[in-house]
């Protein structure tokens, strides 16, 4: 085993290799960029070594920077992770140079599956089934139109060096093939350097099932089984899966040998991906990854097995660790990738500072089942656009699917996440949708679902308004003895009665929601909305951010983290946010103004704070209204007693139109 080696890469896998190599007594060196400089992986490993600029071209892709690392450390070997170099031939090439060990494939197969067309002409030679299509050398642009009529459309066209789900154009007729063949070139050589295309027949609602195989230096290679990979958004997989749903035995079997035959058709070391596509148990060939895959943790949970352990010792010239016949499947493992995104647009990376960041470690989970997370970051860290915006991923184990499903949702759930714009939501809508509930998988289905998954969802308003509520009381009572908020409880009996209403604005609906608190002298209530009070009250929980509300009858805690004026409610599962509208401010610029009872303009109610029979000081906030996208509160011109409200929630009112009657005092 080696004594100390580099960890050429960043993030969640850098950490997960260091982890590894800690429990192994190898010591590790990261590498870093100008903006990982406080990275975790730089505080996972044992040292790190400065590289360059924050741009991957200017750190993580530099391949002398990175060896002169490996040298001055005395580093014996480099493990690249997934993704910036790990399937680069040249950097493969400059390790042995170098005379480090590269924990890879050796270059020879890099570069055979680095080329999708032409690892598909050795695997064709090899018998491993492919998908009906054109691979060859000959790329005039009248041949390819050829070979895409006689293939039969719809047809895939792909980048032969591509990756990552880029440079795939599906082309349904024949009229629209030469300008699909032209983008997708252009895509292909500004992302990949090289042009060369293929082309298959676009298989309609397939599976993505792959094949974890292992080799040694010594001839030895196995399978370890398979994972479903089928939902993606955008060719990128979302939810991963081990074992692959609903394979037959046999089937299983023939994938795992036509994986090991793949592998050694290129005389492979090490971990390796081979990716079919699937129809029925039909399976065909689609590429093969030459390192690690972001989804080998599934694979980890239900064989036992450790596979960067299994890289290290490869790589070090042991040999495999156990023989085909010594490998089972344990149970399901399911992994979700929370991305920082916005699954609403697109998908659109989204950046910013983790203000708060808490996974479902330490949570309790259903008998026997287990969660993993893997991830680079920690709270306060920043999600910068540099990168991939992989916060963490979320792997769970059960005896079964069910269970392991049942965990995964649960587990989701207790996702706690401020700052960016994140997918959590939406993968608990992917995880609880029908289709993959009953592992009815293929790789459309976060589109056939589309208006299903991103539908608005019932969530516990009331309970999460509550709860901001309670922890905006408590910060008023804070701030207003500017001591412990435990005793700011005299602030309250003032008068004997207090009564305070309190505008929220629901950042995720856009919506207006009014509460008020009244407490007299005895006892506390809540109004939500337009509901009746109802009896409250709220204490501080154990945890850390942690509060605990009785509304009426229901009692919640929840967690609520407080960024500014916006309230992050974390509750039942759900996450809100709740802007505070600070009506007092408002209400005292107004005073300054017209003061009156009257719509200042044409427009509608959004929230009506107040019930006839109030009893309201002077400047206390009684209707907003929204008109031309602007909100308006009308505040109390004096103190006094409301006598009649004229308009509810929703109405729309005229200019001038007088909204509430008070009788002053
Ligand atoms: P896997 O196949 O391991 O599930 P992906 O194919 O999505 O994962 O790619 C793994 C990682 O490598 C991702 O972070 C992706 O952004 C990156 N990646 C893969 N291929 C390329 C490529 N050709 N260029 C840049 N990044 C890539
Ligand atoms: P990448 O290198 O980007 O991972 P792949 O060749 O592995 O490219 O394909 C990525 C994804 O595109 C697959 O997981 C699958 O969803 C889809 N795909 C690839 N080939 C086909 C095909 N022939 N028919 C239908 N879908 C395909
Ligand atoms: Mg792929």
Redesign the pocket.
Known sequence: MFDKILIANRGEIACRVAATCRWLGVKSVAVYSDADANAKHVAACDEAVHIGGASAADSYLRIERIIDAARATGAQAIHPG??FLSENEDFAHACDEAGIVFIGPPVSAIAAMGSKAAAKALMHAAAVPLVPGYHGDDQDPALLQREADRIGYPVLLKASA????KGMRVVERSGDFAAALASCKREAASS?GNDRVLIEKYLTRPRHVEVQVFADKHGGAVYLFDRDCSVQRRH??VLEEAPAPGLAGEVRRAMGEAAVAAARAVDYVGAGTVEFIMTGADFYFMEM?TRL???HPVTEMVTGLDLVEWQLRVAGGEPLPLAQADLKVNGHALEARIYAESPARGFLPSTGTLKHLRMPEGVEFATGASVRIDSGVREGDTITPFY?PMIAKLIVHGATRADALATMQRALEACEIVGPQTNVEFLQRLVTSEPFATADLDTGLIERHHDALFAPRDKPLREALALACAALLRRERGAARGASPWDGLAHWRLNGGYTQSFVWRDLDGDALLSARFAHDGRAQTLASGAADAEPFAWWLGGGEREYGVTLGNSRVTGRVFIDGDVFHVFCLGAAFAFEWQDLLAHAADAEHGEGRLTAPMPGKVIAVLVKPGAVVEKGAPLIVMEAMKMEHTIGAPSAGKVTEVLYAVGDQVADGAQLLVLEAE
């Open positions: 997934y993704g591509g990756g990552g789900g990949f990128q997989k990854n895959q972001v989804e991939d």
